[in-house]
C-alpha cells in the first residue's frame, strides 16, 4: 500500500534549538512531493515542493531535502512563531490512478518554547 | 489577490441530515480538489473536479458527491451524515497542468 509517514509524531524544542522532521514515503512513480504548515482550525500553508532525489529548497529557516525513499524538513534556530504542525504530502503517477490527488502523511506537531 | 474561499466556517448538523459545502477556487486556478481531515490526522483525498467533470476520486463512499460550476467554484455534498463525518472539510485549487495547490481555511463540520 502507498504510504506516507512523518516522524516525530510530536516535537518540542527551546528556541534556538536546531532539528529535523522526517517524511518517508513508499509510492513509486513520484511526481512531486510537498511541504506544508498548518496552525490551528486552518487550512495548510503551502512552504516548498521537491521534485527529484538530491533537490534543497530554502525559506528562511526552513530548508526542505529530497531522497529517493525520504525528505526532511530542517528548522534552523527556531521561534516560537514557528510553533505549528507540518505535513508532508506526496503526487505520484502509478498507471495514471493516483495523478493529481495529494497523499499526506499525519503530521508532525512542533512546539518552540521561548 | 483573493485565495481559495470557504463557505461556511462552521457547521452543526443532525445525523441522518444532508450537507453542501462551497469553495470558490483562488483567482486563475481551474481544478478544485476536496479533502476530509480528521482530528489529529493529515488530509484524505476526496475527490477532483477539472472541467465540471468529476477527474479522480479517493476511497470515500456515494455519500460524498461534488459538482463544478461554469465559473470553477465547486459544491461538495454529503447525504445521509454519520457522526464519523465529523471533520475539517478542506478545499484546494490549482491549474489542471500545475503542480502546485493552495488550500482555504476549512469549513468545520460537527454531526450531533
Known amino acids: ?114 | 489577490d483573493a485565495g481559495v474561499t470557504q463557505s461556511p466556517t462552521h457547521l452543526i448538523k443532525t445525523r441522518g441530515q444532508q450537507v453542501t459545502l462551497r469553495c470558490s477556487p483562488k483567482s486563475g486556478h481551474d481544478t478544485v480538489s476536496w479533502y476530509q481531515q480528521a482530528l489529529g490526522q493529515g488530509p484524505q483525498f476526496i475527490f477532483q473536479y477539472y472541467e465540471e467533470e468529476e477527474r479522480q476520486r479517493g476511497n470515500f463512499p456515494d455519500r460524498f458527491s461534488g459538482h463544478q460550476f461554469p465559473n470553477y467554484s465547486s459544491e461538495l455534498n454529503v447525504n445521509a451524515l454519520l457522526l464519523g463525518d465529523s471533520a475539517l472539510y478542506l478545499c484546494a485549487s490549482s491549474l489542471w497542468s500545475n503542480y502546485g495547490y493552495t488550500f482555504g481555511s476549512g469549513t468545520r463540520l460537527t454531526v450531533v
Do not use: M
Open chain 1, 1 to 114: 500500500e502507498d504510504q506516507v509517514t512523518q516522524s516525530p509524531e510530536a516535537l518540542r524544542l527551546q528556541e534556538g534549538e536546531s532539528s529535523s522532521l522526517n517524511c518517508s514515503y513508499t509510492v513509486s512513480g513520484l511526481r512531486g512531493l510537498f511541504w506544508y504548515r498548518q496552525d490551528p482550525g486552518k487550512g495548510p500553508e503551502f512552504l516548498f515542493t521537491l521534485y527529484s532525489a538530491g533537490e534543497e529548497k530554502e525559506k528562511e529557516r526552513l530548508k526542505a531535502t529530497l531522497t529517493k525513499k525520504e525528505s526532511f524538513l530542517h528548522i534552523t534556530a527556531p521561534k516560537p512563531e514557528d510553533s505549528a504542525t507540518y505535513l508532508c504530502a506526496v503526487q505520484y503517477n502509478a498507471g495514471g490512478t493516483s495523478y493529481g490527488k495529494l497523499t499526506f502523511g499525519q503530521g508532525t506537531i512542533l512546539t518552540v518554547h521561548p
